[in-house]
């Protein structure tokens, strides 16, 4: 029954226009820029290219399709990209050294102190 209810919440998470649980979309619909202004399109565009979007191909099939010159955000298109692939970049940097210092050696080296108490007609275990 858990099983079951868990992947009906999962399908409502999942379904209807491509959503996401953050708003974050799942189709590549070149419709979907139709009302997007020009800069942010090719800003946009341009970002997508460098950083390996999936989103670039149908950005770049409205572009077409609206007839845009793209050239004038070119530049800021890149620099956009390469911003947001050095975010990443250093994301990963940070993520490398956890679980490699000596706080979290002495963290797992710990003991762990655990209490049990009866509440209310329950044996609740507390750990620490």
């Known amino acids: ?29 070149k419709n979907r820029y139709v009302n997007t202004p020009e800069s942010t399109l090719c800003i946009n565009y341009y970002e997508a290219l460098i950083t390996g979007n999936i989103h670039a191909t149908p950005r770049r099939e409205m572009i077409e399709e609206r007839g845009i010159d793209c050239g004038p955000y070119k530049e800021e298109g890149i620099i956009a990209g390469e911003a947001t692939n050095a975010h990443y970049e250093s994301l990963k940097g ?28 329950y044996e609740r275990t507390f750990c620490f």
């Open 1 to 29: 029954m858990k099983k079951l209810f868990l992947y009906m919440v999962l399908g409502l998470f999942l379904q209807g226009c491509g959503k996401g649980i953050l708003g974050a979309s799942f189709t590549t619909d």
């Open 94 to 121: 940070n993520l490398e050294h956890l679980g490699n210092n000596s706080v979290s050696e002495s963290l797992r080296s710990r003991p762990t102190n655990c209490r049990t108490r009866t509440v209310g007609g």
